[in-house]
């Protein structure tokens, strides 16, 4: 069973506000990454990062950002919201080597 | 430009019938392809992989076909139950590089 958490789940926020999703794996998982989906469409890879201290962007421009200071927690904040960053974020982790990934929940997030 | 493509948004299906459904690419570099399911409010979950060194792959009801030469996949799910309804994501990876590639996703119905 997969161990990744995501919060909040649903978000509705002002434009302009700061904001952080929390994504933490308990599976010693060395790989994370966000996606950012919307209904319909694909997933698309905005960050990843390959263990501690490691970050990368993804395909898709975003104005967010990540950290991992920790091999167990991967948060990605947006300074400033606004009404384009409305959207579905997905968080996943996968092991050194693998290609299977595990997801959370995922946080519905909307900027209004 | 979408390397995976899956062209069916949605497919409905009688329940004890086979489903089918297909996902092209066009990265000749990918070498494994995964599918994933999707239910509402949840996280993608892995549910079966194939190597491009194969060409089927099997597990339990759910059967993975790839086709290298059309450069085209298929899921066959035999036979269909009610809680098979959900989106299913094809995805490939080309595993000298670390990026996923998701597909738009299929919407399966299975009627009872």
């Known amino acids: 069973e997969a161990d990744i958490y995501q919060t909040p789940r649903y978000l509705v926020i002002g434009t302009g506000k700061k904001i952080t999703l929390e994504c933490s794996q308990t599976m010693g998982h060395d790989k994370m990454y966000w996606y950012q989906q919307d209904p319909g469409m694909e997933l698309h890879l905005i960050h990843y990062?390959?263990?501690?201290?490691?970050?990368e962007k993804g395909d898709l421009s975003s104005e967010s950002t990540v950290s991992r200071i920790r091999t167990e927690h991967f948060p990605l904040t947006l300074e400033s919201a606004r009404p384009s960053h409305t959207s579905q974020y997905l968080c996943a982790s996968s092991w050194q080597g693998n290609t299977e990934a595990f997801f959370g929940q995922g946080t519905r997030l909307t900027v209004v | 430009d979408q390397q995976v493509k899956q062209n069916s948004p949605s497919l409905s299906v009688q329940e004890g019938r086979i489903s089918i459904l297909n996902c092209d690419y066009t990265?000749?570099?990918?070498?494994?392809f995964l599918w994933y399911k999707k239910y509402p409010a949840e996280g993608p979950t892995f549910l079966i992989s194939?190597?491009?060194?194969?060409d089927k792959n099997e597990d339990g009801r759910f059967t993975v076909f790839l086709n290298k030469s059309a450069k085209h996949l298929s899921l066959h799910i035999v036979p269909s139950q009610p809680g098979d309804s959900a989106v299913y994501f094809c995805?490939?990876?080309?595993?000298?590089?670390?990026?996923?590639?998701f597909g738009a996703g299929t919407r399966l119905f299975v009627k009872a």
């Open positions: 990265n000749s570099m990918f070498d494994y």
């Open positions: 990062s390959y263990g501690v201290n490691s970050t």
């Open positions: 194939i190597s491009s060194i194969k």
């Open positions: 995805a490939a990876i080309n595993t000298g590089g670390f990026k996923t590639i």
